[in-house]
């Protein structure tokens, strides 16, 4: 497994814990919303890692020149 893989393994695991949490849990309004946007955040990440995994994110090198 690769790093990447890896790395996408354990933000799915913190994705999914966060979701139990909202479902399981009941919060108050601005709690509820930081979780929200905790798991749009997990899922951009997601995202991107899965463009490096394929091969078709940023290059680093590239944005430098």
Known sequence: MSSVEGIM???KQL???IETEIK???????SLRKLE???SYLDDMMNSLDQI???TGTNMKEKKE
């Open 9 to 11: 393994n354990l933000v």
């Open 24 to 30: 399981e849990h009941k919060v108050d309004a601005r």
């Open 53 to 55: 995994k394929r091969g």
């Open 15 to 17: 994705k999914l814990d």
């Open 37 to 39: 946007e905790s798991v």
